[in-house]
């Protein structure tokens, strides 16, 4: 049974970096043909998708984020990590990470990041 | 990008009772690759529907999913008090890209 699990700074600043990272077991980053993808969503409103790492590792974004996001992964340790840089009031999110191909079939129990100025 | 609309917006009903809530796209849904989560607060998203009419596991049979194209519905055919919640659909678009639609909550009348 795979097993999604985020962690990371719950309090970032304004113009600041935030950092996640989404902790896998009971399967690899690097088998079969999933991508584990990070998804948000803020208070209120509805979820949107971030971006992805595949299991070649290679990455996808979502166009109205891509310039300040980066998705990595340490195959050693069967983690892939969320990179978001200036960050703003608008970011301030529960952010999950999550497997899937088309759709999104596991979750993690999500995180949540409030955003201060 | 794919935008989805749903509708509507609140689904107000009660126990027993038969909801039917709709996910329209802006263009037609490559291989109908849409999804239904069912999401309550606190919680994760979960996969009900996947492929706009395959039940994921575990799921109860009274949620159905069907539509093609641009006009997909998630039917659940008996309300039980745990199917209040928040539902989302989610299409995967010919470039990859992933965009969910705004919600549907569906409350006690």
């Known amino acids: 049974q795979v097993q999604l699990q985020e962690s990371g700074p719950g309090l970032v600043k304004s113009s600041q970096t935030l950092s996640l990272t989404c902790t896998v077991s009971?399967?690899?980053?690097?088998?079969?043909?999933?991508?584990w993808s990070w998804i948000r969503k803020p208070a209120g409103k509805g979820l949107e998708w971030i971006g992805r790492?595949?299991?070649?590792?290679?990455?996808g974004y979502n166009p109205s984020l891509e310039s300040r996001v980066t998705i990595s992964r340490d195959t050693s340790k069967n983690q892939f990590s969320l990179k978001l840089t200036s960050v703003t009031a608008a970011d301030a999110a529960v952010y999950y990470c999550?497997?899937?191909?088309?759709?999104?079939?596991?979750w993690g129990q999500g995180i949540l990041v409030t955003v201060s100025s | 990008e794919v935008v989805l609309t749903q509708s509507p917006g609140t689904l107000s009903l009660s126990p027993g009772e038969r909801a039917t809530l709709s996910c329209r796209a802006s263009?037609?849904?490559?291989?109908?690759?849409l999804a239904w989560y069912q999401q309550k607060p606190g919680q994760a998203p979960r996969l009900l529907i996947y492929?706009?009419?395959n039940r994921a596991t575990g799921i109860p049979d009274r949620f159905s999913g069907s539509g093609s194209g641009t006009d997909f519905t998630l039917t659940i055919s008996r309300l039980e008090p745990e199917d209040f919640a928040v539902y989302y659909c989610?299409?995967?678009?010919?470039?990859?890209?992933?965009?969910f639609g705004p919600g549907t909550k569906v409350d006690f009348k």
């Open positions: 999550a497997r899937g191909r088309w759709e999104f079939e596991n």
């Open positions: 009971g399967d690899s980053l690097t088998r079969g043909n999933y991508y």
């Open positions: 790492i595949f299991t070649v590792g290679t990455t």
């Open positions: 263009q037609s849904v490559r291989n109908n690759y």
């Open positions: 492929g706009a009419s």
């Open positions: 989610q299409q995967f678009g010919y470039s990859a890209e992933i965009t």
